[in-house]
């Protein structure tokens, strides 16, 4: 693909080309907000994930260092990933029935699942999620689970889950702030988790305001790059959005000469435009930002 062909493909992966096409239907994941860096591998390519994203089968999304990510179903659930995460999704699907189906694993990092009771959702959801070789199966909860190399931790906080270990019988956990632990391959005795202890897992999961949070609506950017010439522009995006940062590119006219901007936009405050652009000068991506509304 050449770099003109790349800003093409650029403009439709962010939504800028334009629609012309008929309405698309709700999607089943969306992306509410992200804590910079982070990205979706799909068919091969790897593409920064931006808020208001929609996430598809076999969708394979991963958090960088310092990073967190808060996404959307179709049923108003909320799943929530800590950094240095990684999340599969698959057969998501609204069925005619008004059950949302979606199988969901966990391969690395912290999570958190929430159903929204108070969402206008009136049907049933069917979903599994799989914490590395433990799966859960989700009926209507608050659920935070963690994978490491070597352990594996469920935890209720609100509802009923039911944890299925390789080779052994389904495990239920029916009570509140009950924990279930893997660990080496050897089921724990389920155990009730102190506050502290449920404090510091939430944590992992969830935005850090001044972090870098990008939401819809989020007034704030960076401007990475400006006065650039195309293939210049192409050239700092593109490395940009393969480190996990969302660039766009925004043509500009100086006088009569046309220019091109290279833009980190959507976050919700100056400080979290401020701490990425600080981050970027530190990974010796950018030399100079500007950060605006």
């Given amino acids: 693909m050449n770099k003109r062909m790349f800003f ?28 910079m860096p982070a990205w979706v591998e799909r068919g091969g390519t790897r593409i920064p994930l931006f808020p208001g994203m929609e996430l598809k089968d076999h969708d394979q999304v991963r958090t960088g260092t310092n990073s967190r990510l808060l996404l959307k179903t179709a049923d108003g659930s909320s799943v929530k990933l800590g950094e240095k995460a990684s999340l599969a999704l698959d057969n998501l699907r609204m069925r005619s029935d008004n ?24 049907g049933r959801r069917e979903i599994n999620i799989s914490i590395a070789t433990v799966t859960a199966g989700i009926r209507g909860t608050d659920l935070w689970g963690k994978s490491a190399p070597d352990r594996q931790v469920v ?6 889950v039911e944890v299925t270990p390789p080779g052994e019988g389904p495990i239920s956990l029916d009570q509140r702030l009950s924990f279930y632990v893997r660990d080496k391959g050897q089921s724990q005795p389920v155990a009730m988790v102190m506050p502290d202890q449920l404090m510091q897992w939430a944590t992992e999961t969830e935005t850090q305001a001044g972090h870098g949070v990008s939401k819809r609506g989020g007034k704030w950017k960076i401007t990475a790059a400006s006065g650039k ?32 901007n290279v833009l980190v936009p959507n976050f919700i405050s100056k ?22 509304m």
């Fill in 99 to 122: 059950v949302f189906e979606a199988a969901m694993k966990v391969a690395e990092g912290a999570f958190r699942f929430t159903t929204d009771v108070l969402a206008k959702y009136r």
């Fill in 229 to 260: 010439s195309l293939d210049d522009a192409l050239d700092a995006s593109k490395e940009l959005r393969e480190a996990g940062y969302p660039a766009e590119i925004m043509p500009a006219k100086v006088k009569d000469k046309r220019v091109y």
């Fill in 155 to 160: 935890c209720l906080i609100e509802g009923k």
């Fill in 271 to 292: 400080q979290d435009a401020e701490f990425v652009a600080s981050s970027l000068k530190e990974q010796g991506r950018i030399e100079r930002t500007r950060v605006g």
């Fill in 8 to 35: 093409g493909a650029t403009l439709l992966s962010l939504g800028l080309a334009g629609n012309a096409g008929p309405a698309a239907a709700a999607p089943n994941v969306i992306v509410e907000a992200v804590q």
